[in-house]
Every structure is written in structure tokens, then in C-alpha cells.
């Protein structure tokens, strides 16, 4: 059974720095694009970033260019997401997720449950 488990979320001020990670039992974890996406209060699911199968291709919403960094090691099945420079309009429940088909605007196959930040002001 695929599972993809999100870890490192919590509460920062503002300003501040939080790591996320993600463990994927997926078998040719190499074979998927990944994804971060955060859902914020009242608001609908939204990427973040995306890395690609080698990790050598990665895109950023543009309100967190410069502040985060997605990587990836396909080596352990993890995804990671670097957030720097916190701000208030960070905070939402950030999911994981994972796509097989090579098409962008394809769905995501495989999604976590989620990990809460919350950048208080």
C-alpha cells in the first residue's frame, strides 16, 4: 500500500525557518514527480513546488520564490521542502504528493494527509 508521510510542520513566528519532509513507499520512488501544495484556511489546495524525477527541474509558486526549496533523495524516498523566511500568509496544512504520468497538468496519483504550519505575526 502506497503512503506518503509528511513530517516537520509545527508553529514559527514570522520570519522564521521550518523543514518539511515526506517518506514515500512507492516503489520507483525515481519513476514520480513531486509535489508540495498547502491548503490555507478557507482556501482551495495550491501547489507550492514541484521537483522533477531526477530533481534536476523544479517550480515555485511565485509567492514563495526565493523563500523555499524543494529537494528530493531518491535514494532514501524522500521529499523535502526548505522554508525560510516565514511569513503569516505561510500558514496552511501542506500535503505531499506524487505523479507518475509526465504531463503537468495530469492529476496527482498519491497524496499524504498533511502536516499543519502555522507563522504566527
Known amino acids: 500500500q502506497v503512503q506518503l508521510v509528511e513530517s516537520g510542520g509545527g508553529l514559527v513566528q514570522a520570519g522564521g525557518s521550518l523543514r518539511l519532509s515526506c517518506a514515500a513507499s512507492?516503489?520507483?520512488?525515481?519513476?514520480?514527480?513531486m509535489g508540495w501544495f498547502r491548503q490555507a484556511p478557507g482556501k482551495e489546495r495550491d501547489i507550492v513546488a514541484r521537483?522533477?524525477?531526477?530533481?534536476?527541474?523544479?517550480y515555485y509558486a511565485d509567492s514563495v520564490k526565493g523563500r523555499f526549496t524543494i529537494s528530493r533523495d531518491n535514494a532514501k524516498n524522500a521529499v523535502y521542502l526548505q522554508m525560510n523566511s516565514l511569513k503569516p500568509e505561510d500558514t496552511g496544512v501542506y500535503y505531499c504528493?506524487?505523479?507518475?504520468?509526465?504531463?503537468?497538468?495530469?492529476?496527482?496519483?498519491?497524496w499524504g494527509q498533511g502536516t499543519q504550519v502555522t507563522v504566527s505575526s
Open positions: 521537483i522533477s524525477r531526477s530533481g534536476g527541474s523544479t
Open positions: 512507492l516503489r520507483s520512488f525515481s519513476s514520480y514527480t
Open positions: 504528493a506524487a505523479r507518475y504520468s509526465r504531463v503537468i497538468t495530469s492529476e496527482y496519483d498519491y
